[in-house]
């Protein structure tokens, strides 16, 4: 039997953080074997909003070089920059067709986003889970693994493949999320009742590019409470949030986790917490850079990704016009 396809991607806007990390790369590397795997740069995604071309192309190359270190092979996943496979954007507008207003506008990252009511936001920010909902149904998605915060994008990814399939007939695979349990919502350190997030400031998250000195400074800032007993309670959210951090970069067992921390302190596990992220950290920095100082090595792999990606995605986009009457 073939693989089930994974499809996912992060947007090259800013840092790439541990909660990017821990909530979607880990299990991407983690299911490599097991799927057939598609793991994009999503560039247009990222200029809904505001970016610096020159920041932009760097941060681009950022991302693949990120991809590559955490340890996707290029030779069975393919990875590739969105904007350089059209059929993305040709996708969208005919999804935007079978799209209902009423659909995104019941977004809540959309929401969130524009909660200041200014209506200045641009259209490409709302039409965004459209555009998402293309990247996923081009190539016979079955499973996205993505943090929890993208689960209602990836609903209306499956909404809309079975309402095209049910007008027009069967053409999409209908795609499931895959969520952690444990990392799916990583928190914000200086606000635990947010996630992590790249737009809430520097003490909110780690970069996966943070110096250890600037790891231990944050880390050690980070919010708690007034307790003193180390335990997975998810009502002590900044404890919670750092244990499960923890927790997910040793790959121990809550109770083994629970055990080491017996009459030991919260700066204790602030400490080894710290020591913890920056030993997993600075071996990836290490091969970050190394790509980020090749980059004929990594147009190489993203041409190639693009090649790959763009045969199966006119496939695709072929029979949609097919079926819709817009070839013959
Ligand atoms: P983006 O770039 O915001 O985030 C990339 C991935 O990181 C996950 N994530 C988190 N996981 C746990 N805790 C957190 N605090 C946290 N913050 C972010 C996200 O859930 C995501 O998996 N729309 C997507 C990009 C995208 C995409 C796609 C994903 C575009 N097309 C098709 C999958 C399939 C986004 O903005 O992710």
Redesign the pocket.
């Known amino acids: 039997m073939s693989k089930k396809v994974a499809?996912?991607?992060?947007?090259p806007s800013g840092v790439i953080?541990i909660?990017?990390y821990?909530?979607?790369i880990q299990q991407w590397v983690d299911g490599q074997d097991k799927y057939a795997n598609i793991f994009?740069v999503?560039d247009l995604?990222a200029i809904t909003v505001p970016q610096d071309p020159k920041s932009l192309k760097e941060n681009t190359y950022r991302t693949a070089a990120i991809y590559l270190a955490a340890g996707i092979n290029p030779k069975n996943s393919i990875i590739f920059v969105q904007s350089q496979v059209p059929a993305h954007t040709e996708l969208a507008w005919v999804l935007n067709t079978v799209t209902h207003t009423g659909e995104l506008l019941r977004m809540t990252q959309f929401k969130d986003k524009t909660k200041t009511g200014s209506d200045n936001a641009s259209v490409g920010l709302f039409d965004?889970p459209v555009?998402?909902a293309a990247?996923?149904l081009l190539y016979g998605t079955n499973l996205?693994p993505?943090?929890?915060?993208?689960k209602q994008?990836?609903e209306l990814a499956r909404n809309l493949a079975q309402r095209f399939n049910n007008r027009f007939g069967k053409t999409f695979a209908i795609p499931e999320p895959i969520i952690r349990k444990s990392?799916?919502?990583?928190?914000g350190l200086d606000d635990p009742s947010k996630?992590?997030?790249k737009s809430a400031g520097p003490a909110n998250y780690i970069a996966l590019t943070d110096s250890p000195e600037i790891i231990r400074k944050k880390i050690m800032r980070a919010t708690t409470d007034s307790g003193t007993v180390i335990k997975f309670d998810p009502k002590r959210a900044g404890l919670y949030n750092l244990l499960t951090i923890y927790q997910l970069f040793s790959g121990k067992t809550e109770a083994q986790i629970e055990k080491h921390f017996i009459r030991k302190g919260y700066s204790n596990l602030k400490r080894e917490l710290a020591d913890l992220i920056i030993d997993k950290l600075t071996p990836l920095q290490k091969k970050i850079e190394y790509y980020m100082k090749n980059k004929r090595l990594l147009d190489q792999v993203l041409k190639s990704g693009a090649k790959r990606a763009d045969k199966i995605a006119s496939q695709t986009l072929k029979e949609v016009k097919q079926k819709l009457g817009l070839v013959a």
Do not use: P, T, W
């Open positions: 499809f996912s991607g992060i947007q953080h909660g990017n821990l909530g979607a994009c999503v995604h965004y555009l998402m990247d996923i996205v993505v943090g929890e915060d993208q994008h990836v990392g799916a919502r990583i928190m996630k992590m997030s």
